[in-house]
């Protein structure tokens, strides 16, 4: 769906004759460009998952972190500009103990979305400055059981079982609709997230990535950490060995 | 000591307040006096106010801020609520009632019992006194006429109580505090909070148990209203 919005695309607060705001558009398409983000909702909790594409063969393993945690309770995963993503997991973050404190109990993970999605479109209103350049899922466990959300660069913010966003969201998001997600508890939920990372990951163009993975489900005592490093290896080996039995076809 | 002190002073409500959980929700009870000093502006008062369709506060202390403090909660709670999509718990009502009583403890002079039912925690009652402390207890007593209270409550609360239980407990204590506090009286105003929903109850001051040494009304003023020709000087 992409066009040219010649004169109508210079400034976040203009509309175009047919009702887009095109630098809104240009924002989700540095979305687009960045390395495969997916979350999944199974049965006892959410698992979130990166490729991280390495610029570098000299960056040190397990830098640049895209998954942070926001609470106790919910994490986020963040694709396209890395530095707007540290603005907004910083606001989440404030959002969240602010939340706490004022009202003695962790913030509802449907508030803390609304609240994210709320400052993201806070930045698409003003000519002074420019839309986020990133795409975020948010994962939290809280009272109504575990939940996933997408916020997008124009402030949309919605509820899934699966989303995926980033490069191959397209192939991650066919694969994520094979699997039976109610069925599943976390545990088979990391592999199965490896497993579609590995998956969409395009050889050709891009070099080298890395994993990496958090979860937020009863086996982590309803707290957002990374994926406990046993199961790490476990589900990688279960990647890798996916991958080669494809390509063998 | 100044009379004028008796009509000018701000009003207070000596009061006695309690909240009982029970299996199942929870009984707020409150006399009716406020007082500005020695005389009794309002022996009608509903001391019990509410904050949202679930939860309930027994206000004491100075008639004014503790007004004020409701109004305020209420408000928060409201927009929280739409927010939530969803009713507001009984533990984030207290925490807000908690956070102006703290933040505002030089200027305020108010001991709440915040008391209601939600879907996760069941009944619950959160005392707030002075100063702003939080604590959550199966039941809160408050006021001047609480002193009175303490060793009753020791030996007569029970775990698991039935609703009737409770709230004739509720009745009994604030009967008994009505009977030793001054400052306390009019009648007992309870309100039973649970899954069902809220429950207001009257006891008139007449109609409670007499206490120990306490009498009977001898030509009361009361008893002449309903005959045809009053005559109050009738002794």
Not at chain 2, 75 to 93: D, E, N
Not at chain 2, 99 to 126: A, H, M, R
Request: proline letters at 4%.
């Amino acid at each position: 769906m992409s066009s040219i919005g010649t004169g109508y695309d210079l400034s976040v607060t203009t509309f175009s004759p047919d009702g887009r705001v095109f630098q809104i558009e240009y924002a989700a398409k540095a979305v687009d460009n960045s390395g495969t983000v997916i979350g999944i909702k199974c049965k006892d909790g959410i698992v979130m998952g990166v490729e991280k594409l390495i610029a570098s063969k000299m960056m040190l393993p397990g830098s640049n972190r895209r998954i942070h945690s926001v609470h106790r309770h919910s994490g986020m995963a963040v694709a396209g500009l890395a530095a707007d993503g540290r603005q907004i997991v910083a606001r989440a973050k404030s959002e969240a103990t602010n939340y706490q404190s004022v009202y003695g109990e962790p913030i509802p993970v449907k508030e803390l979305a609304e609240r994210v999605a709320s400052y993201v479109h806070l930045c698409t209103l003003y000519w002074w400055l420019r839309p986020f350049g990133c795409g975020i899922i948010l994962g939290g466990y809280d009272r109504d059981g575990p939940q996933l959300y997408m916020v997008e660069p124009s402030g949309i913010s919605n509820r899934y079982f699966g989303a995926a966003i980033g490069k191959g969201k397209q192939a991650a998001k066919t694969e994520i609709e094979k699997l039976k997600l109610s069925e599943m508890t976390c545990r088979e939920g990391v592999i199965a997230v490896a497993k579609i990372i590995y998956k969409v990951h395009d050889e050709a163009k891009d070099k080298a990535f890395e994993l990496e993975m958090s979860w937020v489900c009863d086996e982590s005592k309803q707290q957002h950490q990374k994926v406990p490093d046993d199961l790490f290896e476990e589900a990688k080996a279960a990647a890798r060995t996916a991958l080669e039995e494809m390509d063998a076809d | 000591m100044d009379l004028n002190m008796h009509l000018n002073a701000p009003h207070s409500m000596g009061t006695t307040i309690i909240g009982v959980t029970y299996n199942g929700g929870v009984v707020l009870g409150a006399d009716s006096r406020t007082s500005t000093g020695m005389y009794v502006a309002n022996r009608a008062s509903d001391k019990i106010t509410q904050l949202t369709d679930n939860v309930y506060v027994c206000r004491s202390g100075s008639a004014a801020d503790s007004q004020v403090v409701s109004d305020y909660v209420r408000y928060f709670l409201h927009q929280h609520t739409i927010q939530l999509g969803q009713p507001a718990t009984v533990k984030v009502a207290a925490y807000l009632v908690r956070l102006l009583s703290y933040n505002n403890k030089n200027i305020l002079e108010t001991g709440l019992i915040v008391g209601g039912w939600d879907k996760y925690e069941g009944g619950k009652i959160y005392g707030i006194p002075l100063g702003g402390t939080l604590i959550e207890q199966p039941f809160a007593i408050g006021g001047s006429g609480s002193s009175y209270l303490y060793g009753f409550f020791d030996q007569a609360w029970k775990e698991g109580m039935t609703k009737d239980e409770a709230e004739q407990l509720v009745v009994k204590a604030v009967s008994l505090a009505i009977a030793r506090d001054g400052a306390s009286g009019g009648v007992v105003c309870t309100v039973v909070i649970n899954l069902e929903g809220v429950t207001r109850n009257f006891y008139p001051g007449d109609k409670l148990q007499l206490w120990h040494e306490e009498l009977e009304p001898q030509n009361s003023l009361l008893d002449i209203l309903n005959s045809p020709s009053p005559e109050p000087m009738n002794i």
